[in-house]
């Protein structure tokens, strides 16, 4: 076939044209094969066999819980189906429908928080255990005198005084060291009816006449005991009825070892019976008077040992007993005096000196909770078990002394409970929240007893807002 000289130019340009189109779109073809190719995933199977489903991923989706309706979070009895503003100005806050396990079997109160919310909030659990518990009190304490060790030295009749032996108040004395010596008319006088007496004794002891031998001896006696009651020793009497006649001047003698704290006589005083011419006391031993406050008394008992340190005398412990606790308290301080007994044999010791108190109490072994469980009314105590599937259980408990940061637990747990020790007040807001939203209304605080809904019952203050007049405690106030 013979083409046209002037065709050939057009055929040309149209077999180019077709084979580009088929260039670009084998191209494009290749661009999906392997797209496909790098995200194709087989479809699910049902009962063995593949699905008439579409490729890709099945996602699931996870079903959020429904809103109930909202509430006010000061007064939960103020519902509303819209979310809003509450009359407190806070933002109403919404009630899910429980979509886990129902909590109506369980104690009233119980509440179920999700182990995210439980991060959230910052929930923190501690043990309900037996364990040793011993508690240490320390006080500031002061030195002062053993009352029991002060002696007043009187004369036992009127005089004048002629010399004076311990002549400065801070002068220590010894048994039987003269003090003083004294002028008195009316010793003079005993002292020569004691002459006369010893020589009618003397003289009559031997009488033929039935009785004058012993009136004579019992005046004789009689007199030697009136001297003896005036503190005049037998070493005295005895020179007296050696030399014959009555000593003028006679030395009164210290009954006791100790310091002169007092002195009130001076030569030529007149004295009297009712006079206190001399204080002293013995330092052997001294009292350090401390006092502790009123929930520490408890822990407190007579002959328990103390460890007593001055600062005075740093690194130096000394050991002392308690032996007396004040029955009454000091009603500005509120705290109650207590006495340790503390050896002195040194006089290192001086009245006033400051001193450190440690007293340890041991309780044995005790089932006790840590102290940040405890949600304190006033008039009763509560704590949150953790239960299994994030289930907290509000419990009364009754609780002993606090030692150190636990405390004692008298009952209402058991060993091996796990207690929540933080965010618990989130967690009472949550379970008076759904005490407050449920069948009966709002009520009591999650526990054995429930009370009818009143609307106009003071809740408790979270979050930092004042509540009602009549709460008790923020956390357990109605």
């Not at 909030?121 to 255990?129: D, K, L, P, W």
């Not at 953790?386 to 004692?408: C, M, Q, S, W």
Request: hydrophobic letters at 35%; glycine letters at 8%.
């Amino acid at each position: 076939m013979s083409l046209d000289k002037n065709s050939a130019p057009i055929v040309a340009p149209a077999k180019k044209r077709m084979s580009l189109f088929a260039a670009i779109l084998l191209f494009a073809l290749g661009v999906l094969s392997a797209f496909g190719y790098m995200h194709w995933k087989p479809w699910p199977k049902v009962n063995g066999d593949v699905s008439s489903a579409p490729a890709g991923n099945v996602a699931e989706t996870k079903k959020e819980p429904k809103i109930l309706y909202y509430v006010d979070p000061m007064n939960p009895s103020n519902k509303s189906d819209k979310p809003g503003k509450a009359p407190c100005g806070m933002d109403m806050v919404p009630v899910y429908e429980d979509t886990g396990s129902s909590t109506e079997s369980m104690p009233p109160g119980t509440v179920r928080i999700s182990p995210e919310k439980q991060q959230l909030i910052g929930v923190q659990f501690g043990e309900v255990s037996e364990i040793p518990l011993s508690k240490t009190v320390r006080a500031v304490g002061r030195a002062t005198y053993d009352e029991t060790r002060i002696h007043h030295i009187h004369t036992r009749f009127e005089g004048y005084v002629d010399k004076i032996f311990v002549d400065y108040t801070g002068k220590l004395v010894k048994k039987g060291q003269p003090m003083f010596s004294i002028y008195s008319p009316e010793l003079v006088a005993t002292q020569q009816e004691l002459l006369v007496a010893k020589k009618s004794a003397d003289l009559l002891g031997k009488s033929q006449f039935e009785g004058i031998g012993s009136q004579s001896a019992s005046l004789y006696k009689s007199t030697r005991e009136r001297l003896r009651l005036w503190e005049i020793s037998d070493q005295q009497i005895k020179e007296i009825e050696r030399k014959g006649s009555p000593i003028q001047s006679i030395t009164l003698y210290s009954h006791t070892d100790g310091f002169v704290v007092a002195r009130n006589v001076f030569a030529g005083h007149q004295v009297k019976p009712e006079m206190e011419l001399y204080t002293i006391a013995d330092l052997s031993d001294v009292w350090i008077i401390a006092e502790v406050y009123e929930y520490e008394i408890q822990a407190m008992r007579l002959g328990q040992t103390a460890l007593v340190t001055f600062p005075s005398f740093p690194g130096k412990v000394l050991t002392g007993k308690i032996t007396y606790i004040s029955p009454e308290l000091d009603p500005k301080t509120r705290t109650a005096k207590i006495r340790i007994e503390l050896p002195n044999k040194d006089f290192s010791i001086k009245p006033d000196m400051f001193a450190n108190v440690e007293l340890k109490s041991d309780f044995g072994k005790k089932l006790s909770i840590p102290q940040e469980a405890v949600l304190d009314s006033g008039s009763r105590q509560i704590v949150f078990v953790a239960r299994e599937g994030g289930y907290f259980e509000p419990r009364k408990v009754t609780l002993g002394p606090k030692v150190d940061n636990r405390y004692i637990v008298l009952d209402g747990l058991s060993g091996g409970e796990k207690v929540v020790t933080s965010a618990n007040f989130m967690i009472d807001s949550e379970s008076q929240l759904k005490s407050a939203t449920g069948s009966m209304g709002a009520g009591e605080h999650a526990g054995p007893e429930q009370m009818p809904a009143d609307s106009s019952a003071p809740t408790a203050d979270h979050g930092g807002h004042t509540p009602k007049p009549g709460g008790e405690h923020a956390g357990h106030g109605r």
